[in-house]
């Protein structure tokens, strides 16, 4: 066989070896870029429904009303109820608006008072037969501005884990990239 075919022969072998080989390596920053766009946790509560000038915490909660209605999340509604021998309170309703709903709302009566936050990606294992990976990663719940209007269950106020926490996801190596696999 002369030079010339060989080389041919050789050229033609390294074209196939490389057009077939077309595995992406996932890398950490990769990972996190998909993650941050895909990966979704959520803290869903109740949210405070009414409160009345009484309330020892008024103040704070009108305040933090007073911020959802400037957002049109929710809308107020009051009314005075009369004391005996003079005097009286008021109750202050708190409707959701459909911006609410729309944003925040899952159906229910619950909402989404906190979201999840990628922050940092603590390993990578790749299966390059099967073009999977599976990545370990640390995220927070970021609360968001519900949070402090959340309601009281039982008279206790329902925190959401705010500490960080560990997951696990798979990853697929699609023609178009890696994904999350669903």
Not at 52 to 64: F, P, Q
Not at 73 to 94: A, R
Request: charge should be neutral; hydrophobic fraction near 35%; include cysteine.
């Amino acid at each position: 066989m002369t030079m010339k075919k060989q080389i041919f022969i050789f050229a033609i072998l390294l074209t196939c070896l490389v057009s077939c080989s077309d595995y992406v390596e996932l890398t950490p920053e990769r990972a996190m870029e998909v993650l941050t766009e895909n990966f979704s946790e959520t803290c869903e509560k109740v949210l405070v429904t009414a409160t009345t000038d009484r309330n020892k915490k008024y103040k704070w909660i009108k305040g933090k009303a007073d911020h959802l209605v400037s957002l049109d999340l929710i809308e107020i509604n009051s009314k005075f109820y009369k004391g005996f021998g003079g005097g009286g309170h008021t109750k202050f309703y708190y409707k959701p608006t459909q911006k609410l709903q729309e944003e925040f709302g899952n159906g229910g009566k619950n909402y989404t008072v906190a979201e999840s936050q990628v922050i940092e990606i603590l390993g990578i294992s790749q299966d390059e037969d099967a073009k999977t990976a599976t990545v370990r990663f640390s995220y927070s719940l970021q609360p968001n501005v519900l949070y402090d209007f959340r309601g009281y269950i039982n008279a206790r106020r329902e925190n959401c884990n705010m500490e960080v926490q560990e997951a696990e996801v798979a990853f697929i190596l699609y023609d178009t990239g890696w994904q999350l696999k669903k």
